[in-house]
């Protein structure tokens, strides 16, 4: 390369003679130009991010799209993305949102089948068992619906969970049973903004959720296909397996339950108790079939067949006994992942193992945010409705933050030499103490966006937890699977569960400790998406621009705050109202019209207000209105104040209308009744049309309606 001095040197004396406005636009320039270089190799792990957009667009739209129109605008923006211009990786990101599009649309085609659209009442319902969830007070299960007595055969849903609760279950998965069963259709949200069940059961396929009244009659057996087949004997399996483990720990019952859903995915026999002490504490993650799991499972296979071909020396020197153990690992995770049946955290967990270990067996790096990337593009091409999953989040979000933190210690620590006992300890538990620390970050935002509650004392739980489950509890649970064959494996277990229950022990510890636990009001998805996307430009960019992402901070932290939870709620039903109001102490309580009804709804809206539901349970709204035979009349504070009826008598609802300013018929109300309404009506129709509604208060006394179905993409039903 030849250098003109000359210019050289002009151009230098140009730069020192220019105004400092133009300089410092000149160096802010080259900065940016050196970056985007440094980051340009990197755009691809972006990939998910794009079709994860595509796929939230079309989850967002209120109607229906022709999938031609994605498709197109797919082809279009693949061919103009083939142009080598200065807007090429736009035009590419655009692309991978229109997949995402059509991935979403295809997924929601291809799962579509008929819903309940209104309650049957008690029915004989006939179907092939597909999946048992036990328990000690209940059995709930799937069926492969063949008929519902009284409903049309293209009415029928494709599935139906039920849940029976009584002894007499004798039915095992690929049965074909009937049951008599009172069915309606699946949840809708309690509120608006919560989490949507009936979306979730939508892409299981199940149209149908009831409560069985008789145990389910095993009829005389069906023909069965070969995939049926499978299915059921891998159920069966799981079943079998979960309830050999509880057996053999009958003095280490939750130790054995906890290891049980491990191990099988099966925790029906957890205690409410046990569950409430590990999420309190923040070891919740521990019953999800994660990639701590999974990388412990697959990693000690690996270790352990490496180790053990490496001593026997005529395989050590002749053969690739990393890629053998490689390949032991994977076959070990397929196993595991079929075993534990398959949840989005262990999908994610199976193929970023799967690509760790392939990488080894093909000679190329096993750890590096390229796989997560792969891992991410594959679940949300295949299953895109994981876009709004907890665990799909909260998983990518903790693998995501661990690699980028383990890449840039790569590059800035320095390596330390020494080999004693005591810098090998210290080591371990300073990269404990950074792994939980990072994980527990990463995923503390999702936590208080789907579950209103963080563990704040998550960093010493862990650090004392984690050992166990990694030195204890995964090797001698690995050990009694090998031994379950022979019948030897409950020594085994025993040992495991005995660990087990000294983690729950320090679950219990923790989650005692006052101040454990904190709870925040629902947060605005606005808040969400700034952290997302701000955590996700820290972890993936390289260059100094990445500092740019921890202003995803305090931009949640101010829409946050200005965003506050709403004053009054009414269920889906119609049957339910519930206002949020100050006690006598100044503390927040929730008050129910109705105490018994609608008991699942209430605890949502508590959640929903960040109201701990440990300590308050909703009372009755007659403490803070005044009430009698035909309702309750009273003022709701939130910012400013509005006064609020709500009724069952039909009678008074044009006096209602008059005197407030809100009024919520737990009825049905007529197109005339509507009009001559001078109060916004929320009656019982609009509930089964809207779903649940909640009302926002603001400053200047004016109120804010909401409805779960605006929230989930559908046209909004207007009285009269």
């Not at 032991?328 to 270990?357: C, E, K, P, Q, T």
């Amino acid at each position: 390369m030849v250098v003109d001095l000359a210019k050289t040197t002009v151009a230098r004396e140009d730069f020192a003679e220019a105004p400092p406005a133009s300089r410092i636009l000149f160096l802010t320039a080259n900065a940016l130009r050196r970056w985007a270089v440094m980051d340009f190799g990197r755009i691809s792990l972006w990939t998910p991010a794009a079709i994860g957009a595509g796929a939230g667009l079309y989850f967002g739209l209120k109607a229906e799209p022709d999938w031609r129109l994605g498709a197109l605008a797919f082809a279009l923006l693949a061919v103009v993305s083939m142009w080598r211009g200065p807007f090429q990786r736009a035009f590419m990101a655009l692309m991978f949102a229109a997949l995402g599009f059509i991935a979403a649309d295809w997924r929601t085609a291809q799962v579509d089948a008929p819903q309940l659209s209104r309650e049957l009442g008690i029915v004989e319902t006939t179907g092939r068992l597909i999946s048992v969830e036990e328990s000690a007070r209940r059995r709930r299960y799937v069926l492969e619906l063949l008929s519902i007595e009284d409903l049309a055969a293209d009415e029928t849903p494709r599935r139906a969970r039920v849940t029976w609760r009584g002894e007499g279950f004798h039915a095992k998965p690929g049965d074909l049973v009937s049951v008599r069963a009172r069915l309606s259709p699946p949840p809708p949200p309690v509120a608006p903004g919560a989490f949507d069940f009936a979306r979730q059961l939508y892409f299981q396929r199940i149209g149908a959720v009831g409560i069985a009244v008789t145990p389910p009659h095993v009829d005389s057996e069906a023909a069965k296909s070969i995939g049926q087949k499978l299915a059921a004997r891998i159920e069966i399996m799981r079943i079998s397996l979960a309830a050999r483990i509880i057996r053999e720990t009958p003095r280490l019952e939750q130790g054995g339950a906890i290891l049980a859903a491990i191990v099988t995915g099966k925790r029906g026999a957890i205690s409410d108790q046990s569950e409430a002490a590990l999420r309190d504490a923040g070891l919740a993650h521990l019953l999800a079939i994660s990639g701590l799991h999974m990388g412990l499972a697959t990693g000690l296979v690996f270790f352990t067949v490496r180790f053990g071909l490496a001593a026997v020396e005529p395989f050590a020197l002749r053969y690739p006994i990393k890629k053998w153990a490689a390949a032991a690992a994977l076959l070990s995770g397929i196993f595991y992942l079929v075993l534990s049946g398959g949840g989005w955290s262990a999908r994610r967990a199976f193929i970023m193992a799967a690509i760790m270990f392939i990488a080894i067996l093909v000679d190329r790096r096993a750890l590096s945010l390229r796989n997560v990337a792969i891992a991410a593009t594959i679940i949300l091409l295949t299953t895109p409705e994981a876009l709004f999953h907890p665990g799909f989040q909260m998983s990518f979000a903790a693998v995501t933050a661990l690699i980028a933190a383990y890449e840039w210690f790569t590059l800035h620590a320095k390596a330390e030499f020494e080999n004693s006992w005591a810098a090998k300890v210290r080591q371990y538990l300073t990269a404990l103490a950074l792994t939980d620390s990072i994980a527990a970050l990463a995923t503390a935002p999702y936590a208080l966006f789907h579950f209103n509650r963080v563990a704040i004392y998550s960093l010493p739980a862990n650090m004392a937890a984690m050992p166990i489950m990694g030195l204890f509890i995964v090797p001698f649970a690995i050990l009694a699977l090998l031994l379950t064959p022979l019948g030897l494996d409950g020594w085994a277990w025993r040992v495991a569960a005995w660990w087990m229950e000294l983690v729950l022990h320090i679950a219990g510890a923790v989650s005692g400790l006052e101040g454990a636990v904190s709870t925040t009001p629902q947060w605005p998805q606005s808040a969400m998406i700034a952290l997302t996307v701000g955590g996700l430009w820290l972890c993936l960019s390289r260059a100094p621009w990445r500092l740019a992402g921890f202003a995803a901070i305090p931009i949640a932290a101010l829409l946050v705050s200005q965003h506050r939870p709403p004053a009054l709620f009414v269920s889906a039903s119609g049957r339910n109202a519930g206002v949020i109001a100050e006690n006598g102490e100044g503390d927040r309580v929730l008050y129910v019209y109705s105490t018994r009804r609608e008991k699942f709804a209430a605890r949502m809206w508590e959640e929903a207000a960040g109201l701990d539901i440990e300590m308050v349970r909703p009372k009755a709204l007659e403490n803070v209105f005044t009430c009698d035979v035909s309702g309750c009349a009273g003022t709701v504070f939130n910012r400013a104040a509005i006064t609020a009826v709500i009724t069952e008598d039909k009678a008074s609802l044009a006096e209602d209308c008059q005197r407030a300013d809100l009024v919520v018929a737990l009825y049905p109300a007529s197109a005339n009744e509507w009009r001559a309404c001078n109060a916004y009506l929320i009656d019982r129709r609009s509930a089964w049309m809207r779903g649940a509604h909640a009302v926002w208060i603001e400053r200047d006394g004016s109120f804010t309606v909401k409805s779960a179905n605006e929230q989930r993409g559908q046209r909004p039903w207007t009285g009269g």
